[in-house]
């Protein structure tokens, strides 16, 4: 499978409705074919990487859910696939110290800090997906 | 001259031989030589004819009367001794008549020394002179013995006097008769009459104070065994029955190896001494009572126990029991007691403040003191009973200028000349004492209430703090979510990128998280404002309260809910407070629940749980218990889920109000069967209804 034609599987696990639209607007307009899907909560995340035939070429993680529920996912996420199989990328409105160490110490593959500007966010998840689908879609 | 030991007097050994008068009738050489003797002696010889002349008188009679030899001859006594023949004259006179003998002692001068006061001891018998009777003379000069005997009566009468104004006296004990030869002073110093000279040894030892007597038997009889001196203090009874306390010095003398020794013994009165080393060991005892007293009083903060140690300390003082007396409104109460005081902790003591200490201080040889037991003690109703102390005290304990008791003090002695000033000093202990520990007390219990205080203080900011941190976290979230929304959605409508469809949608996004961010913004402020609402407890329904919160929610709202009721009490509170609570509580099951088929709210009071508690149950989603602490967390939301709109801050309101009507709230729920709220609320103290009821 080669980069840039195939369509690139994304899943992203959001609570908030607006921001998990905007997320998924900018995904669509990254300059290549993404298959955005989205989970309200973790277990719905879950249910879906379970399901799912292939993994996905990456998954963005919310952090601010509730009782913790994305570093929790996180380490769900990393006791099934390694880091080389399933990047795991929060993407969090908090750039806090704290929460960025946890994320990683959970096993983040990286830690994006939600911008105010939609072009921000477009740039920023295309630079991730490039990262991320391009670094581990090795030829 | 009863008693006289052998004396004689020496002739002077410068006198010039015995002179022959030539009257030869004296006879022979033999009567010479015995008159020459009797001279050398000292002795003199004289004859008186029946007219009582003198005949003939040898050289030391002649001496004595100061006249010669020839010039006695054939005169009258008159005519040589003028100054004492008045003595002699009848003697002689009766010798002559009687023909009997007779000895006497003469007192005078005579022409030898005029001035001077002699003594003579002088024998007047009969003799023949010839064929006529007459008188011989034989006088034996004893001015020396007799001066010697009255410088001994002097030094005697002087002994007596010096033992008199020394409270001391002498005896002999002759161990041989039993008998106890006394002085004078003796005499005066044991009370026994004036003119005993002697007394039996079981009557001397009778005088002996019956604690001493074994003892001091005891030293005497080693005295005797071992020689060697005895030295003692003991204490005798004089006849009136008063007790003297005397210190005796004894040693024997021997008088040969078969006969028992006499015993020689100064007994000194000592009483006053005694009395006064009893009262300087009295003072040293109290001192260090009232300084060990002291020492208590320093350190102490609790007034009971200041009482108790005080009337502890006072036992060491050679007093025999102490108490304390509270005046307390109308009645003067036992606090502390301690050994021989006959009341009790708790009993109530006759005694008025303002009379009590008329004499201040008080005391009495037999103090009276009326106490009867306090009423919590008795059975029916307690009696007065009069209580008598021997040697009480009473002395007023003043705190902060008002008699706020008295000391009551019983001595093992009489009441020394200095008993009220210890017994005064003691009370004045026992002031400071409850002042300072008064003061300690308050000082304690007002450190104890600040650092309450200041413990609540830093739990409150501790409280706050935590709360601010979660609410920068939580606020920079929850405004970034609608901020970022209507920032992208503007951005998108800006750049004209967006298709037809998208842009109502893009707009609905502004308009929804301006509304979430003032809805934010509102909770806020009235979270903020909660903290400053004064809470005026008065009687709210709660009933009505969710009649007022199922209006408000309106039929729309409820429709499909079923709703269960119990019974609702009334509660002290905030009416409009506690109507957020339940709509809150009520809101939140209902719309928690809707979801499920048959939606069920439950709103009940349970007066079995925590003592009386109001529950809300709902049997929706639920939320994972173990993050339930966090459910009243500022914000802090189990269900971010926005088809459950609303800010967290509902929770945290609730839990809020309820903590400041003095309730407390939890949380319980299983996941996918539903969740419980249970509060707690103060009660409205309901007055009993109708006539009959119990009382409180």
Redesign the interface.
Known sequence: MSGADTAVSVIFVEDADMDAELIHLALKRSGREVTARRARHPAEALDMLGGMSATPALVLVDLAMPGGGGVGLLRDIRSRWGRETLPAVVLSSSGERGDVESAYAAGASGYLVKPMSFADLQSMLDAALRFWVDHNHRP | MAGAAQRGVVGDPGREPLRMTGRADAGGHDALALRELLSAAGIGVGVLDADLRYRMVNAAMADMNGVGIDAHVGRTLEEVIPRIADQIRPLVQEVLHSGASITREVRGSTPAAPDRERAWRASYHPARVGDAAGVGMVVEEITGMVEAEHLAEMRLSLLDEAEKAAGIGTFVHDLETGRVTLSRGYVTLSGLPEGVTEIGQDEMFARIHPADRVVQVGRIRQMIAEGGRMQARIRTIRPDGEIRWREVFGRLEHRGEDRPPRVLVVAVDVTERQRAEDLINALAERQTALGRASAVIARGDDVAEVLSVITRELRHARVRGSAVVRFDDDLARVEGSRGYIPVSVGDVVDMDPATAFAAVPAHAGIGRVRVRPSLADATGVPEWRDVEMENLTIAPIEVDDRVWGALLVTTEHAPDPLSDFFAADFARLVAAGIATAGARGELRRMNAELEDIEAERTRELQATVAELGAFA?TV??DL??????I???A??LEDGSVDEEAAP?LLR?VR??AVSMGALIDDLLRLARLGRQPLEPERVDMEAVLDGVLAEMGPVALRRVELVRTPLPAVAGNPTLLHQVIANLVGNAVKFSRDRDVPRVEVGFDPEVDGGAFRVRDNGVG??P??AD?AFGLF???????RFEGTGAGLAIVKRVVERHGGAVRADSEPGVGTTMTFTLPLWDEPAAGAGGNSG
Do not use: I, K, N, V
């Not at chain 2, 970034?480 to 929304?485: E, S």
């Not at chain 2, 802090?636 to 926005?642: I, P, S, V, Y």
């Open positions: 976290y920079s979230h970034r979510g609608p901020l970022r929304a920032h992208s959605a951005e998108l949608r996004m929804e998280s939320f994972d173990q993050y966090q802090r939301r189990l269900h971010t889920d926005e």
